[in-house]
């Protein structure tokens, strides 16, 4: 079975730094890209990135280029999420999800992990 | 960057057909996906390029795209349907993956 197993819940000052991860496990890592959507509470799904664990190539989103960095170690199947400054702007849910190609869907959600900054 | 633009809500009687709508330029040259999110659950695909299901997901649930308008349909609607949809497509020209603003569909 192909799952995706987040990291859990955090709860963060604003200026601190952070890093999620996201487990994948049922399928060859290297061969599909690993992605990042953000939702804020009571709002819609935005993409943060992309990362294609075979050649480490990385995309952001406008909105989100130079405030995250998203990051893949194939040794453990696992990617990462993260902030060196957090702001309380960055209060939401993350979700990492499985993307074949640029054009495919996105078919496999994890649960999400859900980050909090406040002071 | 390119935008996608849905309703905010559509409603339905159950039993009814819902018709949600996601507009783009020529969006009908783009593979459109919809996403459905439960209340306090991660997103499911249910249509993936313009009018594909996955696995599991039922019958009911079929898509279409052309011009500047792709449609998740919902047929025979169900309380269980009830959820917020999203389109999503994959925008060449930026190389980003854009979302809809999202569509509540409520079951009268």
């Known amino acids: 079975e192909v799952q995706l197993v987040q990291s859990g819940a955090e709860v963060k000052k604003p200026g601190e730094s952070l890093k999620i991860s996201c487990q994948s496990s049922?399928?060859?890592?290297?061969?599909?890209?690993i992605g990042w959507v953000r939702q804020m509470p009571g709002k819609g799904l935005e993409c943060v990135g992309v990362?294609?664990?075979?050649?480490?190539?990385?995309t952001y989103s406008p909105s989100f280029q130079g405030r995250v960095t998203i990051s893949a170690d194939r040794s453990i199947n696992t990617a990462y999420l993260q902030w060196s400054s957090l702001k309380a702007s960055d209060t939401a849910i993350y979700y990492c999800?499985?993307?074949?190609?640029?054009?495919?869907?996105?078919?496999?959600w994890g649960k999400g992990t859900t980050v909090t900054v406040s002071s | 960057s390119y935008v996608l633009t849905q309703p905010p809500s559509v409603s339905v009687a159950p039993g009814q057909t819902a018709t949600i709508t996601c507009g783009g330029n020529?969006?009908?040259?783009?593979?459109v996906h919809w996403y459905q999110q439960k209340p306090g659950q991660a997103p499911v695909l249910v249509v993936f390029?313009?009018?594909d299901r996955p696995s599991g997901i039922p019958e009911r649930f079929s898509g279409s795209n052309s011009g500047n308008t792709a449609t998740l349909t919902v047929s025979r609607v169900e309380a269980g349907d009830e959820a917020d949809y999203y389109c999503?497509?994959?925008?060449?020209?930026?190389?980003?993956?854009?979302f809809g603003g999202g569509t509540r569909l409520t079951v009268l």
């Open positions: 999800v499985r993307v074949e190609t640029t054009t495919s869907p996105m078919d496999v």
């Open positions: 049922g399928y060859s890592f290297t061969d599909y890209w």
């Open positions: 990362t294609y664990p075979g050649d480490s190539e990385t």
């Open positions: 999503q497509v994959w925008d060449g020209p930026t190389d980003h993956r854009v």
């Open positions: 390029d313009d009018l």
């Open positions: 020529k969006i009908g040259t783009k593979s």
